[in-house]
């Protein structure tokens, strides 16, 4: 397993935006397809975006197509999450997580890593 932290979170009005990163430990870090999950209070967890190990393949959620692009730089162990126009509704925890898979997976069953969440909040 790898160990996952995300930062990057914050406040910001809608129309703005932030990108998060989350910081992976452990040498097989650029073995793992990455995602991107989010959970609104009162709401089931979300899938937002996922990456493949090389970073050539992605997928993202339908509410967030065209606004938020997912990327990594596998020589610093990390991965991003850049959030454009941002919405009220995009306020959630969003939480980075890893999977043993090579290949992007929408599942979140798949993913058995996990960040403890940052914070993102989108004011009106």
Not at 34 to 52: C, D, H, L, S
């Amino acid at each position: 397993q790898v160990q996952l932290v995300e930062s990057g979170g914050g406040l910001v009005q809608a129309g703005g935006s932030l990108r998060l990163s989350c910081a992976a430990s452990g040498r097989t870090f650029s073995r793992h397809a990455m995602g991107w999950f989010r959970q609104a209070p009162g709401k089931e967890r979300e899938f937002v975006a996922a990456i493949n190990w090389t970073g050539g393949r992605t997928y993202y959620g339908d509410s967030v197509k065209g606004r938020f692009t997912i990327s990594r730089d596998n020589a610093k162990n990390t991965v991003y999450l850049q959030m454009n126009s941002l919405k009220p509704e995009d306020t959630a925890v969003y939480f980075c997580a890893a999977t043993s898979l090579g290949v992007p997976t929408t599942t979140e069953a798949d993913f058995g890593s996990w960040g403890q969440g940052t914070q993102v909040t989108v004011s009106s």
